[in-house]
């Protein structure tokens, strides 16, 4: 059974950090490229950070480069996003996924909700 588990949302103020983590299972993980999406209220979902299967190859969205990193470990199957000097426009519904090489296969998470406000 495939599973997805995002956790490490909260509320923050804004300029503090969070760290999302996203653990996986049911999938082998290191064949799979894995993302970051967000979901602000009345808004599309929209990626926010993705990394290639054996994590040399990061994108991110402009809104998040240079406060988002992204990052992997293949051997625990776990998968990260830290986030520093958030904003508030930084809150939303964060989602996990997971896209098989081929692009047939794509996992999603649970999602996990961070919100900055002071």
């Known amino acids: 059974q495939v599973r997805l588990v995002e956790s490490g949302g909260g509320l923050v103020q804004p300029g503090g950090s969070l760290r999302l983590s996203c653990a996986a299972s049911?999938?082998?993980?290191?064949?799979?490229?894995m993302s970051w999406y967000r979901q602000a209220p009345g808004k599309e979902r929209e990626l926010v950070a993705r990394?290639?299967?054996?994590?040399?190859?990061?994108n991110y969205a402009d809104s998040v480069k240079g406060r988002f990193t992204i990052s992997r470990d293949n051997a625990k199957n776990l998968v990260y996003l830290q986030m520093t000097s958030l904003k508030s426009e930084d809150t939303a519904v964060y989602y996990c996924k997971g896209e098989s090489c081929d692009g047939v296969f794509n996992y999603w998470g649970q999602g996990t909700q961070v919100t900055v406000s002071s």
């Open positions: 049911g999938f082998t993980f290191s064949y799979y490229a």
């Open positions: 990394t290639s299967s054996i994590g040399g190859i990061t």
